[in-house]
Each structure stands twice: as C-alpha cells, then as structure tokens.
C-alpha cells in the first residue's frame, strides 16, 4: 500500500510541474521495473 501511494505522489508531482507524456512515462518505466524487480 506504501508503494502504491509513493506512486500517486510521484503521479502528482510529475502533473503539477506539467511535464511532458516522454517524461512521465520514462518515470512511470523506472518505477514499473523497480516494482518489478521487488517483487
């Protein structure tokens, strides 16, 4: 659940700079292979 809610800050940190789609998603990747990795 921790995890979950790091991801939705990180979500709303990356809307509220209004980053670019390239960059979010490049965010998104990293943090999908980390969650992968551990679990």
């Known amino acids: 659940a921790?995890?979950?809610e790091a991801l939705k800050k990180l979500i709303?940190?990356?809307d509220q700079s209004k980053a670019d789609?390239?960059?979010v998603n490049?965010?998104?990747d990293k943090v999908g292979?980390?969650?992968v990795?551990?679990?």
């Open 33 to 35: 292979i980390l969650f």
């Open 2 to 4: 921790q995890d979950i």
């Open 37 to 39: 990795n551990k679990y």
């Open 26 to 28: 490049n965010e998104l």
């Open 12 to 14: 709303e940190q990356l």
């Open 21 to 23: 789609k390239n960059t």
